[in-house]
C-alpha cells in the first residue's frame, strides 16, 4: 500500500480548518471535490459501493493527491448487507436499508460540507436530521455558489435527486472553466489599463 506522507483530509482539516473557509482557497476545494469524485466514479464504476467515506479515509499523497482509502466496509451493490460507516458521515438512506451509490455522495457531499463550513458533524440527535434534511446550505460568505450549490445538491435526502460522480466531475470542469474566463478577463483588463 502507498505511504501518503501528507496524512489524511481529517488532519488537513484539522490543522487548516480556518483557511479552508476563505474565498482565495476555493480553487483548492474544487480540486479536492475533483480527486475525489474521480475516485468515487472509479469505484461507483465497478457496481461497488464504499460505505464509508469521511475525511479520515481520503489519504493525501506527497504530490498533493487526495486518494479514496480504507476499503473494509466497501462491498458491490449485489452483496451489500447492512454495511455502515461512522454515523457523522452516513445518509439516512443507508441506515433504511437503501444502499445505492447515491450513499457515497451524501457522504461525498457532507464531508465536503464540513471543509467548508468548519463546523463539527454531530453523530446522532435534532442536528443530525437537520443535516439529512435537504434544508442546510453552505454559508455564501465562505462558499461561491457553484461549490456551495453542488454541496447542497449532494446532501439531497431523496437519492435520486444526488448528483453522480461524472456529474459531480462535470461540475468541477465548468468550475475550473468559469474560474479561468474570469483569469483572462481580469488579465486583459489589467493589460489594457
Known amino acids: 500500500m502507498e505511504l501518503c506522507e501528507n496524512g ?3 488532519n488537513l482539516i484539522q490543522r487548516e ?3 479552508l473557509q476563505l474565498p482565495y482557497n476555493e480553487p483548492r476545494v474544487w480540486e479536492m471535490v475533483l480527486q475525489i469524485a474521480r475516485g468515487l466514479g472509479h469505484i ?7 460505505c464509508d467515506i469521511k ?19 466497501s462491498t458491490t451493490l449485489k452483496a451489500w448487507d447492512e454495511h455502515e460507516g461512522d454515523a ?6 443507508l441506515l433504511e436499508s437503501n444502499p445505492s451509490t447515491a450513499a457515497d455522495i451524501f457522504s461525498f457531499g457532507i464531508m465536503m460540507y464540513e471543509v467548508k463550513s468548519g463546523e463539527q458533524l454531530p453523530g446522532s440527535g435534532d442536528h443530525w436530521n437537520l443535516l439529512r434534511s435537504g434544508a442546510v446550505q453552505c454559508d455564501p ?5 457553484a461549490l456551495g450549490q453542488l454541496i447542497f445538491s449532494m446532501m439531497q435526502p431523496n437519492p435520486a435527486a444526488r448528483p453522480s460522480a461524472p456529474q459531480i466531475l462535470h ?9 479561468a474566463a474570469e483569469a483572462a478577463m481580469a488579465a486583459a483588463m489589467a493589460a489594457a489599463a
Do not use: E
Open 171 to 179: 461540475a468541477c470542469c465548468n468550475a475550473q472553466a468559469q474560474a
Open 44 to 50: 461507483h464504476g465497478n457496481d461497488v459501493i464504499h
Open 141 to 145: 460568505a465562505v462558499c461561491g455558489p
Open 17 to 19: 480548518y480556518q483557511t
Open 88 to 93: 457523522c458521515y452516513l445518509s439516512r438512506d
Open 55 to 73: 475525511p479520515d479515509n481520503i489519504l493525501i499523497s506527497l504530490d498533493g493527491t487526495y486518494k479514496i482509502g480504507d476499503l473494509g466496509q
Open 8 to 10: 489524511t483530509l481529517g
